[in-house]
Structures are given as C-alpha cells and as structure tokens.
C-alpha cells in the first residue's frame, strides 16, 4: 500500500535527480516534509506547500495513501540524507522513522513561489 506514494515523484524529476552529484550541506525542507506527511495521514493535500500538479497528484492518491501513511504512526524521526541541485531547484533527501517502526526514505524540493513540485517515497529505510 506504501507504493502508491511513489507515483507523486514524477519520473522526470527521478531522471533529472541521477545527473547531478549529491552536496554536502544539511536539510532545508524537514519542517515542510513533516507537515506534508502528517497532513497526508489524515486525509488532507497540503495546498499551502504544494505546487498544482504535486497537489493534482496527491488529491489522486489520498484516499489509498492516508490510510497506509496513518497505519505506520506519528513521525519519530527524520534524518537528512542528501540534497542534489536540479536545473527545477533543490531535491532534499530524508529517512523518515514512524512510531510503527516503518522507515521510508522520502524526496521534496524543486520549489517555486514556496509550493513543492516534488514530494514523495523512493523506498524503504
């Protein structure tokens, strides 16, 4: 059920991300993600944080993704992996640990006007 959330990383951002080598510096975005998830768990795309086809994405995805996200628990930690710099702008990397004892490592940046483009899991921790 976790799968579903991989679909809201557009596979141009995923191709774009492989040219560019990883910066060392630390996270940004671990505020935002936070919020995006926990809004996700209970039912509600973040329009605030998300850019419009981001947001199209999510509002396709809730019903499935809420129940899978809420299934793992509240946040417990999140650790900075990486960040890559894009031609569309940043793309941070975290491991986000749930009090189910889940682990998924999660994308978000290439922001515009403070909306996010890409949000979304590329596996498991």
Same mark, same amino acid.
Do not use: H
């Given at each position: +059920?976790?799968?579903?959330?991989?679909?809201?990383? /557009? $596979?141009? %951002?995923? /191709?774009?991300?492989?040219?560019? !080598?990883?910066? %060392?510096? =630390?996270?940004?975005?671990?505020?935002?993600?936070?919020?995006?998830? @926990?809004?996700?768990?209970?039912? @509600?795309?973040? *329009?605030?944080?998300?850019? !419009?086809?981001?947001? =199209?994405?999510?509002?396709?995805?809730? *019903?499935?993704?809420? !129940?899978?996200?809420? %299934? &793992?628990?509240?946040?417990?930690?999140?650790?900075?992996?990486?960040?890559?710099?894009? !031609?569309?702008?940043? #793309?941070?990397?975290?491991?986000?640990?749930? /009090?189910?004892?889940? +682990?998924?490592?999660?994308?978000? $940046?290439? &922001?515009? =006007?403070?909306?996010?483009?890409? #949000?979304?899991?590329?596996?498991?921790?």
């Amino acid at each position: +059920t976790v799968m579903l959330i991989q679909t809201m990383l /557009a $596979g141009v %951002a995923a /191709a774009a991300l492989m040219g560019f !080598p990883a910066m %060392a510096q =630390d996270g940004q975005y671990s505020e935002q993600l936070n919020r995006i998830v @926990t809004e996700a768990a209970s039912g @509600t795309c973040l *329009e605030a944080l998300m850019g !419009p086809s981001l947001l =199209d994405a999510c509002n396709g995805q809730i *019903e499935g993704m809420a !129940p899978a996200l809420r %299934a &793992m628990g509240a946040i417990e930690s999140m650790t900075f992996v990486s960040a890559q710099d894009t !031609p569309e702008g940043r #793309v941070e990397t975290w491991s986000v640990k749930f /009090a189910g004892g889940q +682990t998924l490592i999660w994308v978000i $940046g290439q &922001m515009q =006007d403070g909306k996010f483009a890409t #949000v979304g899991v590329t596996g498991q921790g």
